[in-house]
């Protein structure tokens, strides 16, 4: 079993910046695909950003190209997620997940997911 833990959310302003990290425990999570997805309030839970298990592939969002950049490092079980610039819509609750890589997101796996962390951005 894996346990996914996410960090680094909290409050910012728009044009900001902050940086997630999911960090894994109870077995390595190095041979599978990571990314993150986001709920706000309201709406369904959306596919933001993955990345394959070598680093190699990624697939983003088109509301976050050029501005989040997803990496991992498998040495230390964890995958990253830096959000510049920003905006107020991307406030929501942000969920760390593992899975498989299918063109043009990730599928995670049921029981991969974190507990979620808050991103708020202020106007």
């Known amino acids: 079993q894996v346990q996914l833990v996410e960090s680094g959310g909290g409050l910012v302003q728009a044009g900001g910046s902050l940086r997630l990290s999911c960090a894994a425990s109870g077995r390595t999570v190095s041979s599978y695909a990571m990314g993150w997805f986001r709920q706000a309030p309201g709406k369904e839970r959306e596919f933001v950003v993955g990345?394959?298990?070598?680093?190699?592939?990624?697939y983003y969002a088109d509301s976050v190209k050029g501005r989040f950049t997803i990496s991992r490092d498998n040495a230390k079980n964890t995958v990253y997620l830096q959000m510049n610039s920003l905006k107020p819509e991307d406030t929501a609750v942000y969920y760390c997940a593992a899975g498989s890589l299918r063109a043009p997101m990730l599928i995670p796996l049921d029981n991969y997911w974190g507990q979620g962390i808050q991103v708020t951005v202020s106007s």
């Open positions: 990345i394959s298990w070598s680093g190699g592939t990624t």
